[in-house]
């Protein structure tokens, strides 16, 4: 039986920058309050959208103190481990412990595409740093290091992995997990516009992206789906899919921000090696927004 509070819509907060590139915490404090004032059942910073291998890691642990401070226990905080070596992944474990964070969300080591063996030695060495519950995050299409559902029953064991973050975009993956687990893990969709079939499939999280700018939007439908209200979820599923397509490939980050800038509730400001949207993707963007606020539902 899974014991993780875990549940809900989690969303990979960006990580905002102001024109010299540093740290915009005003501007992250506002659009936090923008993201608790929907609703929100947790957060999630440094992530994926975070752009966590852009900041070092002094800015990882400014980030980690200035949520915990500014959430202040409303919701629970879980912030990203992404390194590429396990004794800087073990010590910021242990440093956002002592400040306060609620949880963590683990990748594989970066940049090195390690085997089963060293990839599950890897999580066992990070989850010893820390006494706070993890979520696994599994994302082979960005990283290359794959976790699949016999890694996951054998990571079982350790009761500190209490969720898991799928992003293989494979929802067999969900039933592959659950077929061997049951409901041993939280189940948490990592991909926008797969969060109607793995809810379908029995997830009951989504780590999600497109809320960053439309949180209403994405509550909803989860609240739609997690009340089995499948024909109401599907229409207001489909007026959001291509939005929701934005959060794939490999400029997600900048088509995410980008619809945070043109929904003024942020920048699409991004860290190189990013840099900003070619002309013709920056169109494209502004046509999806634009057609999908042109039919946005009541």
């Keep these: 039986m899974n014991s993780s509070p875990w549940y809900g819509v989690y969303p990979a907060l960006t990580t905002k920058f102001k024109a010299d590139f540093s740290l915009d915490l005003d501007a992250m404090a506002t659009h936090l309050e923008f993201q608790l004032d929907a609703g929100v059942h947790g957060l999630v910073i440094l992530g994926s959208l975070g752009e966590n291998p852009t ?23 879980l912030a990203g481990i992404a390194e590429s070596d396990t004794r800087q992944a073990c010590h910021f474990a242990e440093r956002a412990r002592e400040a306060g964070i609620d949880g963590f969300m683990l990748l594989p080591p970066m940049r090195y595409p390690s085997d ?25 299409v960005a990283y290359g290091t794959d976790l699949f559902p016999v890694d996951f029953e054998q990571l079982a064991a350790n009761t500190k992995f209490t969720a898991i973050k799928e992003s293989s975009a494979d929802s067999r ?43 209403h939007e994405v509550i909803r439908l989860y609240e739609l789906m997690s009340a089995g209200q499948w024909d109401q979820a599907r229409a207001l599923n489909d007026w959001f899919l291509p939005l929701l ?54």
């Design 55 to 77: 900041l070092n890691m002094q800015e990882k642990l400014q980030l980690t103190e200035f949520f915990i401070q500014r959430v202040g226990g409303r919701v629970p905080l």
């Design 116 to 140: 089963q063996r060293e990839t599950l030695a890897y999580l066992e060495e990070v989850a010893m740093a820390t006494t706070l519950p993890i979520m696994l995050y599994n994302n082979p």
């Design 173 to 215: 993956r969900i039933t592959g997990i659950r077929d061997r687990l049951a409901d041993r893990y939280a189940l948490f969709c990592g991909v926008d516009d797969l969060a109607y079939e793995c809810f379908s499939l029995g997830a009951t999280g989504w780590v999600a992206g497109l809320v960053v700018a439309f949180p």
């Design 245 to 298: 397509r934005l959060d794939t490939g490999p400029k997600f980050v900048q088509q995410i921000k980008l619809v945070e800038e043109i929904m003024g509730v942020g920048s699409a400001r991004v860290r190189s090696p990013r840099l900003p949207l070619a002309p013709a993707e920056h169109a494209q963007v502004e046509e999806i927004v634009a057609q999908a606020l042109a039919n946005r539902p009541s």
